[in-house]
Protein backbone atom coordinates (compact mmCIF):
# COMPACT_ATOMS: atom_id res chain seq x y z
CA UNK A 1 0.00 0.00 0.00
CA UNK A 2 1.91 3.15 -1.22
CA UNK A 3 1.54 6.56 0.70
CA UNK A 4 -1.77 8.19 -1.36
CA UNK A 5 -3.62 5.11 -0.96
CA UNK A 6 -2.98 4.66 3.01
CA UNK A 7 -4.56 7.88 3.06
CA UNK A 8 -7.00 8.25 0.98
CA UNK A 9 -8.25 5.29 3.00
CA UNK A 10 -7.79 6.80 6.05
CA UNK A 11 -9.69 10.23 5.59
CA UNK A 12 -12.58 7.78 3.86
CA UNK A 13 -12.72 6.38 7.61
CA UNK A 14 -12.09 9.90 9.50
CA UNK A 15 -14.38 11.44 7.83
CA UNK A 16 -17.27 9.56 9.39
CA UNK A 17 -16.03 10.80 13.02
CA UNK A 18 -16.01 13.96 12.09
CA UNK A 19 -18.36 17.06 10.99
CA UNK A 20 -18.02 17.72 7.25
CA UNK A 21 -17.53 21.27 7.95
CA UNK A 22 -14.52 20.71 10.24
CA UNK A 23 -13.11 17.84 7.65
CA UNK A 24 -13.07 20.23 5.02
CA UNK A 25 -11.39 22.66 6.91
CA UNK A 26 -8.59 20.40 8.96
CA UNK A 27 -7.74 18.03 6.48
CA UNK A 28 -7.73 19.73 2.89
CA UNK A 29 -4.42 19.61 1.65
CA UNK A 30 -2.79 16.85 4.00
CA UNK A 31 -1.52 13.78 2.38
CA UNK A 32 1.54 11.16 3.67
CA UNK A 33 5.09 11.85 3.48
CA UNK A 34 6.52 8.97 4.70
CA UNK A 35 5.38 5.50 6.17
CA UNK A 36 8.38 4.02 7.32
CA UNK A 37 9.03 1.40 10.44
CA UNK A 38 5.90 2.06 12.54
CA UNK A 39 5.85 5.46 11.84
CA UNK A 40 3.57 7.64 9.50
CA UNK A 41 4.60 11.45 8.58
CA UNK A 42 1.49 13.51 7.76
CA UNK A 43 2.28 16.62 5.48
CA UNK A 44 0.49 19.71 7.04
CA UNK A 45 0.02 22.79 5.19
CA UNK A 46 0.63 24.90 8.14
CA UNK A 47 1.59 25.68 11.71
CA UNK A 48 -2.27 25.94 12.82
CA UNK A 49 -3.05 22.78 10.53
CA UNK A 50 -0.43 21.02 12.67
CA UNK A 51 -1.47 21.86 16.13
CA UNK A 52 -5.19 21.72 15.38
CA UNK A 53 -4.71 17.76 14.18
CA UNK A 54 -2.47 17.19 16.74
CA UNK A 55 -4.68 17.92 19.65
CA UNK A 56 -8.05 17.48 18.42
CA UNK A 57 -8.14 14.90 15.98
CA UNK A 58 -4.86 13.06 16.62
CA UNK A 59 -6.42 9.80 18.24
CA UNK A 60 -9.10 9.41 15.01
CA UNK A 61 -6.27 9.80 12.59
CA UNK A 62 -4.06 7.00 14.69
CA UNK A 63 -7.33 4.68 14.85
CA UNK A 64 -7.96 5.24 11.36
CA UNK A 65 -4.71 4.47 10.05
CA UNK A 66 -3.70 1.77 12.24
CA UNK A 67 -6.85 -0.28 11.19
CA UNK A 68 -5.64 -0.11 7.52
CA UNK A 69 -1.80 -1.33 8.85
CA UNK A 70 -2.21 -2.72 12.91
CA UNK A 71 1.95 -2.54 13.21
CA UNK A 72 1.76 1.45 13.18
CA UNK A 73 2.74 3.02 16.34
CA UNK A 74 2.83 6.62 15.70
CA UNK A 75 1.74 9.68 13.82
CA UNK A 76 3.71 12.36 13.41
CA UNK A 77 2.87 16.30 10.93
CA UNK A 78 5.28 17.89 9.69
CA UNK A 79 4.63 21.93 7.57
CA UNK A 80 5.11 21.04 3.80
CA UNK A 81 5.69 24.01 1.57
CA UNK A 82 3.49 24.19 -1.72
CA UNK A 83 6.03 23.69 -3.55
CA UNK A 84 6.83 20.24 -1.80
CA UNK A 85 3.28 18.66 -2.30
CA UNK A 86 3.39 17.80 -5.94
CA UNK A 87 5.74 15.12 -6.02
CA UNK A 88 5.96 11.22 -5.92
CA UNK A 89 3.05 10.29 -4.09
CA UNK A 90 1.42 13.47 -3.65
CA UNK A 91 0.90 14.68 -7.54
CA UNK A 92 -2.83 14.35 -6.16
CA UNK A 93 -2.33 17.36 -4.03
CA UNK A 94 -0.74 19.81 -7.03
CA UNK A 95 -1.11 23.94 -5.89
CA UNK A 96 -2.25 25.43 -8.44
CA UNK A 97 -1.50 28.59 -9.46
CA UNK A 98 -4.35 30.83 -9.66
CA UNK A 99 -4.89 33.67 -11.82
CA UNK A 100 -6.68 36.88 -11.49
CA UNK A 101 -9.41 35.35 -13.75
CA UNK A 102 -10.03 32.43 -11.94
CA UNK A 103 -10.34 34.87 -9.10
CA UNK A 104 -12.68 36.82 -10.18
CA UNK A 105 -14.72 34.36 -12.05
CA UNK A 106 -15.26 32.22 -8.39
CA UNK A 107 -16.10 35.47 -6.97
CA UNK A 108 -18.60 36.05 -9.35
CA UNK A 109 -19.85 32.62 -8.94
CA UNK A 110 -20.02 33.90 -5.06
CA UNK A 111 -22.07 36.45 -5.73
CA UNK A 112 -24.62 34.71 -7.54
CA UNK A 113 -26.71 33.73 -3.50
CA UNK A 114 -28.26 30.39 -4.33
CA UNK A 115 -32.19 30.74 -2.43
CA UNK A 116 -32.70 28.52 0.46
CA UNK A 117 -35.76 27.29 0.66
CA UNK A 118 -37.70 26.91 4.42
CA UNK A 119 -39.47 24.13 4.99
CA UNK A 120 -42.75 24.71 5.24
CA UNK A 121 -43.83 22.39 7.72
CA UNK A 122 -41.34 22.78 10.26
CA UNK A 123 -39.86 26.17 9.47
CA UNK A 124 -36.62 24.74 9.20
CA UNK A 125 -33.40 26.29 7.23
CA UNK A 126 -32.13 23.03 5.64
CA UNK A 127 -28.66 24.70 5.71
CA UNK A 128 -27.91 24.39 9.61
CA UNK A 129 -27.57 21.42 9.95
CA UNK A 130 -24.64 19.43 12.75
CA UNK A 131 -22.29 18.78 9.38
CA UNK A 132 -21.80 22.69 9.26
CA UNK A 133 -21.91 23.36 12.75
CA UNK A 134 -18.08 24.09 13.70
CA UNK A 135 -17.55 23.05 17.08
CA UNK A 136 -15.04 25.22 19.90
CA UNK A 137 -14.38 25.17 23.50
CA UNK A 138 -16.92 28.42 22.92
CA UNK A 139 -20.28 26.24 22.21
CA UNK A 140 -18.79 22.68 22.90
CA UNK A 141 -21.15 21.59 25.65
CA UNK A 142 -24.22 23.58 24.18
CA UNK A 143 -23.41 20.90 20.87
CA UNK A 144 -23.27 17.89 23.00
CA UNK A 145 -26.48 18.73 24.79
CA UNK A 146 -27.73 19.47 21.38
CA UNK A 147 -26.46 16.01 19.76
CA UNK A 148 -27.86 14.41 23.51
CA UNK A 149 -31.31 15.71 22.55
CA UNK A 150 -31.47 14.32 19.23
CA UNK A 151 -30.25 10.63 20.41
CA UNK A 152 -32.96 10.43 23.30
CA UNK A 153 -35.74 12.83 22.35
CA UNK A 154 -38.09 14.21 25.24
CA UNK A 155 -36.34 12.50 27.74
CA UNK A 156 -32.39 13.72 27.64
CA UNK A 157 -32.41 17.37 28.24
CA UNK A 158 -35.88 18.38 28.38
CA UNK A 159 -36.26 20.87 27.86
CA UNK A 160 -33.11 22.05 26.82
CA UNK A 161 -32.51 25.71 26.84
CA UNK A 162 -29.02 27.57 25.45
CA UNK A 163 -28.86 31.70 25.42
CA UNK A 164 -26.08 33.89 24.68
CA UNK A 165 -24.99 36.96 22.76
CA UNK A 166 -25.84 37.82 18.98
CA UNK A 167 -24.49 36.33 16.00
CA UNK A 168 -23.06 33.15 17.94
CA UNK A 169 -25.01 30.29 16.28
CA UNK A 170 -27.77 29.50 18.49
CA UNK A 171 -30.15 29.40 15.92
CA UNK A 172 -27.85 27.32 13.52
CA UNK A 173 -27.57 24.59 16.57
CA UNK A 174 -31.53 24.62 17.42
CA UNK A 175 -32.61 24.20 13.85
CA UNK A 176 -29.78 21.41 13.58
CA UNK A 177 -31.70 19.69 16.02
CA UNK A 178 -34.87 19.68 14.14
CA UNK A 179 -32.84 18.76 10.82
CA UNK A 180 -31.21 15.92 12.37
CA UNK A 181 -35.01 14.52 13.64
CA UNK A 182 -36.72 15.44 10.08
CA UNK A 183 -33.83 13.51 8.80
CA UNK A 184 -33.51 10.41 10.84
CA UNK A 185 -37.60 10.21 10.75
CA UNK A 186 -39.81 11.75 8.80
CA UNK A 187 -43.06 10.69 11.00
CA UNK A 188 -41.84 12.94 13.51
CA UNK A 189 -43.36 16.54 13.60
CA UNK A 190 -41.21 19.36 14.12
CA UNK A 191 -41.51 22.60 14.35
CA UNK A 192 -39.31 25.71 14.65
CA UNK A 193 -40.97 29.09 15.91
CA UNK A 194 -39.81 32.26 17.12
CA UNK A 195 -41.18 33.49 19.96
CA UNK A 196 -42.68 36.93 18.42
CA UNK A 197 -43.92 34.74 16.02
CA UNK A 198 -45.90 32.37 18.40
CA UNK A 199 -47.57 35.49 20.07
CA UNK A 200 -48.60 36.69 16.68
CA UNK A 201 -50.51 33.44 16.13
CA UNK A 202 -51.94 33.42 19.13
CA UNK A 203 -53.81 37.30 19.05
CA UNK A 204 -54.41 36.07 15.26
CA UNK A 205 -56.36 33.15 17.01
CA UNK A 206 -58.24 35.33 19.53
CA UNK A 207 -59.13 37.67 16.75
CA UNK A 208 -60.45 34.89 14.52
CA UNK A 209 -61.98 32.61 17.61
CA UNK A 210 -59.45 30.18 16.48
CA UNK A 211 -58.02 29.72 19.72
CA UNK A 212 -58.74 25.69 19.99
CA UNK A 213 -57.39 25.18 16.86
CA UNK A 214 -54.25 27.02 17.92
CA UNK A 215 -53.88 25.26 20.78
CA UNK A 216 -54.33 21.78 19.24
CA UNK A 217 -51.67 22.61 16.55
CA UNK A 218 -49.09 23.14 18.81
CA UNK A 219 -49.73 20.10 20.85
CA UNK A 220 -49.18 17.64 18.43
CA UNK A 221 -45.39 18.56 18.01
CA UNK A 222 -42.78 15.94 18.91
CA UNK A 223 -40.18 18.48 19.09
CA UNK A 224 -41.00 22.45 19.45
CA UNK A 225 -38.00 24.54 18.52
CA UNK A 226 -38.84 28.59 20.22
CA UNK A 227 -35.92 31.05 19.56
CA UNK A 228 -35.63 34.13 21.43
CA UNK A 229 -38.09 33.37 24.54
CA UNK A 230 -36.79 36.87 26.30
CA UNK A 231 -39.28 38.51 23.92
CA UNK A 232 -42.49 36.66 25.80
CA UNK A 233 -41.96 39.31 28.75
CA UNK A 234 -44.51 41.33 29.62
CA UNK A 235 -46.81 39.46 27.29
CA UNK A 236 -49.13 37.84 29.76
CA UNK A 237 -51.83 36.45 27.52
CA UNK A 238 -48.79 34.47 25.63
CA UNK A 239 -46.85 33.34 28.81
CA UNK A 240 -50.10 31.73 30.00
CA UNK A 241 -51.37 30.03 26.94
CA UNK A 242 -47.41 29.26 26.23
CA UNK A 243 -47.31 27.75 29.73
CA UNK A 244 -49.92 25.72 29.14
CA UNK A 245 -48.48 24.44 25.78
CA UNK A 246 -45.05 23.80 27.27
CA UNK A 247 -47.24 21.19 29.96
CA UNK A 248 -49.15 19.63 27.46
CA UNK A 249 -45.94 18.95 25.57
CA UNK A 250 -43.57 18.17 28.65
CA UNK A 251 -46.52 15.55 30.12
CA UNK A 252 -46.89 13.96 26.87
CA UNK A 253 -43.02 13.43 26.45
CA UNK A 254 -42.57 15.05 23.80
CA UNK A 255 -39.15 17.38 23.50
CA UNK A 256 -39.02 21.48 23.89
CA UNK A 257 -35.63 23.38 23.32
CA UNK A 258 -35.40 26.95 23.60
CA UNK A 259 -33.23 30.09 22.58
CA UNK A 260 -32.17 33.32 24.47
CA UNK A 261 -29.74 35.99 24.95
CA UNK A 262 -29.82 35.63 28.49
CA UNK A 263 -30.51 33.21 30.98
CA UNK A 264 -33.97 32.47 32.76
CA UNK A 265 -33.93 34.38 35.88
CA UNK A 266 -32.60 37.23 34.12
CA UNK A 267 -35.72 37.86 31.66
CA UNK A 268 -37.79 40.52 33.47
CA UNK A 269 -41.49 40.16 33.45
CA UNK A 270 -41.64 36.22 33.18
CA UNK A 271 -44.30 34.58 35.11
CA UNK A 272 -42.24 32.64 38.31
CA UNK A 273 -44.36 29.57 36.40
CA UNK A 274 -43.60 29.37 33.81
CA UNK A 275 -39.54 30.66 34.45
CA UNK A 276 -39.84 27.84 36.46
CA UNK A 277 -40.28 25.63 33.47
CA UNK A 278 -37.90 27.35 31.56
CA UNK A 279 -35.05 26.58 34.50
CA UNK A 280 -36.44 23.03 34.48
CA UNK A 281 -33.91 20.96 32.26
CA UNK A 282 -30.64 21.99 31.04
CA UNK A 283 -29.18 25.41 30.96
CA UNK A 284 -26.14 25.88 28.85
CA UNK A 285 -24.45 29.39 27.51
CA UNK A 286 -22.52 29.59 24.22
CA UNK A 287 -20.07 32.55 24.93
CA UNK A 288 -17.91 34.53 22.32
CA UNK A 289 -15.90 32.14 20.07
CA UNK A 290 -11.91 32.61 20.97
CA UNK A 291 -9.38 32.79 17.86
CA UNK A 292 -8.94 29.07 16.83
CA UNK A 293 -12.16 28.91 16.56
CA UNK A 294 -12.39 31.84 14.49
CA UNK A 295 -9.73 30.64 12.41
CA UNK A 296 -11.70 27.23 11.73
CA UNK A 297 -15.18 29.36 11.27
CA UNK A 298 -13.66 31.30 8.49
CA UNK A 299 -11.79 28.33 6.58
CA UNK A 300 -15.18 26.26 6.53
CA UNK A 301 -17.21 29.26 5.06
CA UNK A 302 -14.37 30.36 2.76
CA UNK A 303 -14.32 26.35 1.61
CA UNK A 304 -17.84 26.50 1.33
CA UNK A 305 -18.63 29.78 -0.66
CA UNK A 306 -15.38 28.90 -2.75
CA UNK A 307 -13.83 32.01 -1.55
CA UNK A 308 -9.80 31.90 -2.36
CA UNK A 309 -8.21 34.56 0.58
CA UNK A 310 -4.58 32.71 1.41
CA UNK A 311 -4.16 31.94 5.22
CA UNK A 312 -2.46 34.35 6.59
CA UNK A 313 -5.19 36.62 5.19
CA UNK A 314 -7.86 34.22 7.24
CA UNK A 315 -5.88 34.64 10.23
CA UNK A 316 -5.98 38.52 10.06
CA UNK A 317 -9.60 38.85 9.93
CA UNK A 318 -10.24 36.33 12.89
CA UNK A 319 -7.68 38.30 14.72
CA UNK A 320 -9.50 41.52 13.66
CA UNK A 321 -12.90 40.48 13.79
CA UNK A 322 -13.81 39.14 17.91
CA UNK A 323 -17.23 39.49 18.22
CA UNK A 324 -19.35 37.27 16.82
CA UNK A 325 -19.45 34.52 13.85
CA UNK A 326 -22.07 36.65 12.28
CA UNK A 327 -19.17 39.29 12.11
CA UNK A 328 -16.85 37.08 10.71
CA UNK A 329 -19.37 36.39 7.84
CA UNK A 330 -20.09 39.78 6.90
CA UNK A 331 -15.90 40.40 7.22
CA UNK A 332 -15.54 37.72 5.03
CA UNK A 333 -18.13 38.95 1.97
CA UNK A 334 -17.06 41.99 2.24
CA UNK A 335 -13.31 40.82 1.59
CA UNK A 336 -14.26 39.12 -1.30
CA UNK A 337 -16.61 42.30 -2.79
CA UNK A 338 -13.56 44.42 -2.32
CA UNK A 339 -11.52 41.91 -4.07
CA UNK A 340 -14.15 41.78 -6.94
CA UNK A 341 -14.75 45.48 -7.19
CA UNK A 342 -10.98 46.01 -7.77
CA UNK A 343 -10.10 43.07 -9.62
CA UNK A 344 -7.42 41.40 -8.27
CA UNK A 345 -6.24 39.63 -5.06
CA UNK A 346 -6.36 41.94 -1.74
CA UNK A 347 -2.95 42.51 0.32
CA UNK A 348 -3.17 42.41 4.19
CA UNK A 349 -2.61 46.04 4.45
CA UNK A 350 -5.67 46.87 2.15
CA UNK A 351 -7.72 43.87 4.01
CA UNK A 352 -6.70 45.41 7.25
CA UNK A 353 -7.85 48.98 6.08
CA UNK A 354 -11.11 47.90 5.28
CA UNK A 355 -11.76 45.98 8.54
CA UNK A 356 -10.77 49.04 10.24
CA UNK A 357 -13.44 50.92 8.92
CA UNK A 358 -15.92 48.36 9.26
CA UNK A 359 -15.44 47.60 12.66
CA UNK A 360 -16.64 49.32 15.81
CA UNK A 361 -14.08 50.08 18.64
CA UNK A 362 -14.43 49.27 21.59
CA UNK A 363 -14.05 53.53 22.90
CA UNK A 364 -16.72 54.19 20.79
CA UNK A 365 -19.64 53.29 23.64
CA UNK A 366 -20.56 55.85 25.81
CA UNK A 367 -22.82 56.67 29.13
CA UNK A 368 -25.69 56.87 27.41
CA UNK A 369 -25.09 53.88 25.59
CA UNK A 370 -24.62 51.50 28.73
CA UNK A 371 -27.59 53.41 30.83
CA UNK A 372 -30.51 53.02 27.91
CA UNK A 373 -29.19 49.14 27.12
CA UNK A 374 -29.69 48.72 31.10
CA UNK A 375 -33.27 50.68 31.26
CA UNK A 376 -34.09 48.22 28.34
CA UNK A 377 -32.59 45.03 29.78
CA UNK A 378 -34.71 46.05 32.89
CA UNK A 379 -37.78 47.15 31.33
CA UNK A 380 -37.70 50.50 32.96
CA UNK A 381 -37.92 53.74 32.02
CA UNK A 382 -34.57 55.66 31.32
CA UNK A 383 -35.06 58.48 33.09
CA UNK A 384 -36.12 56.33 36.32
CA UNK A 385 -32.26 55.25 36.69
CA UNK A 386 -31.55 58.95 37.06
CA UNK A 387 -34.44 59.59 40.19
CA UNK A 388 -33.10 59.65 43.82
CA UNK A 389 -35.17 56.89 45.23
CA UNK A 390 -34.76 53.51 47.18
CA UNK A 391 -37.18 51.52 45.17
CA UNK A 392 -35.10 48.46 44.47
CA UNK A 393 -36.27 47.77 41.02
CA UNK A 394 -34.21 50.77 40.21
CA UNK A 395 -31.40 50.76 42.67
CA UNK A 396 -30.21 47.75 41.14
CA UNK A 397 -29.80 48.85 37.43
CA UNK A 398 -28.68 52.06 39.05
CA UNK A 399 -25.84 50.92 40.26
CA UNK A 400 -24.52 48.18 37.44
CA UNK A 401 -24.62 51.27 35.45
CA UNK A 402 -22.13 52.99 37.56
CA UNK A 403 -20.42 49.79 38.28
CA UNK A 404 -20.05 49.36 34.53
CA UNK A 405 -19.12 53.07 33.75
CA UNK A 406 -16.48 52.58 35.85
CA UNK A 407 -15.49 49.42 34.54
CA UNK A 408 -15.80 49.79 31.13
CA UNK A 409 -14.84 53.37 30.56
CA UNK A 410 -12.48 54.32 33.24
CA UNK A 411 -14.91 56.88 34.69
CA UNK A 412 -13.85 58.75 37.84
CA UNK A 413 -16.42 58.59 40.48
CA UNK A 414 -16.80 62.70 40.22
CA UNK A 415 -17.50 61.85 36.82
CA UNK A 416 -20.26 59.07 37.72
CA UNK A 417 -21.78 60.78 39.99
CA UNK A 418 -22.25 64.01 37.73
CA UNK A 419 -24.05 62.13 35.18
CA UNK A 420 -26.51 60.77 37.97
CA UNK A 421 -27.78 63.87 38.60
CA UNK A 422 -24.86 65.21 40.53
CA UNK A 423 -24.85 62.59 42.70
CA UNK A 424 -22.12 62.72 45.64
CA UNK A 425 -19.03 60.76 44.83
CA UNK A 426 -19.55 58.34 47.81
CA UNK A 427 -22.61 56.91 46.15
CA UNK A 428 -20.77 55.74 43.29
CA UNK A 429 -17.79 54.26 45.16
CA UNK A 430 -20.73 52.41 47.34
CA UNK A 431 -22.64 51.42 44.08
CA UNK A 432 -19.06 50.06 42.59
CA UNK A 433 -17.91 48.44 45.71
CA UNK A 434 -21.27 47.05 46.25
CA UNK A 435 -21.46 45.52 42.68
CA UNK A 436 -17.82 44.03 43.04
CA UNK A 437 -18.83 42.07 46.40
CA UNK A 438 -22.55 41.08 44.74
CA UNK A 439 -20.39 39.47 41.79
CA UNK A 440 -17.90 37.39 43.62
CA UNK A 441 -20.76 35.56 45.20
CA UNK A 442 -23.84 35.78 42.81
CA UNK A 443 -23.36 33.95 39.63
CA UNK A 444 -26.68 34.97 38.37
CA UNK A 445 -25.97 39.08 38.58
CA UNK A 446 -22.81 38.26 36.94
CA UNK A 447 -24.43 36.31 33.83
CA UNK A 448 -26.77 39.48 33.96
CA UNK A 449 -24.11 42.11 33.20
CA UNK A 450 -22.67 39.59 30.70
CA UNK A 451 -25.69 39.89 28.90
CA UNK A 452 -25.81 43.67 29.30
CA UNK A 453 -21.84 44.29 27.82
CA UNK A 454 -23.04 41.39 24.84
CA UNK A 455 -25.81 44.31 24.06
CA UNK A 456 -24.00 47.28 23.75
CA UNK A 457 -20.64 46.17 22.58
CA UNK A 458 -22.60 44.64 20.14
CA UNK A 459 -24.57 47.87 19.18
CA UNK A 460 -23.83 49.17 15.67
Same mark, same amino acid.
Given at each position: ?????????????????????????? #????????????????????????????????????????????????????????????????????????????? !?????????????????????????? #???????????????????????????????????????????????????????????????? *?????????????????????????????????????? #??????????????????????????????????????????? /??????????????????? /????????????????????????????????? %?????????? !????????????????? +????? !?????????????? *??????? !?? %?????????? *?????? /???????? /?????????????????????????????????????????????? +?????????
Amino acid at each position: MNNQELWTRALSEIELSVSRANFVTW #FKDTHVIEHRDGNVTVGVPNGFSKEWLENKYHKFILKSVRNLIPEIRAINYNIVAPSDTASGDNQQYPQKIRSKKDF !IMQAEEQMEFKEITIDPRTNLNPKYT #FETFIVGSFNELAHAAALAVTKNLGKAYNPLFVYGGVGLGKTHLLQAIGNYIVKEDKNKKVNYI *TSEKFSNELVSSLQNNTVQNFKEKYREYDLLVVDDVQF #FAGKTKTQEEFFYTFNALFDAGKQVVFSSDRPPKSIPDIEERL /RSRLEAGVIIDISEPEYET /RLAILKSKAAERKISLSESSLELIASMVQKNIR %ELEGALNTIQ !IQSRHQNKTLSLEEIKS +ILSKN !IKPKSTITTAQIIK *TIAEFYD !IP %ERSIFERTRK *TEIVKP /RQIAMYLI /REDLKGSYPFIGQKFGGMDHTTAIHAYEKISEDLKRDSGLEEEIKS +IRGKYQNQK
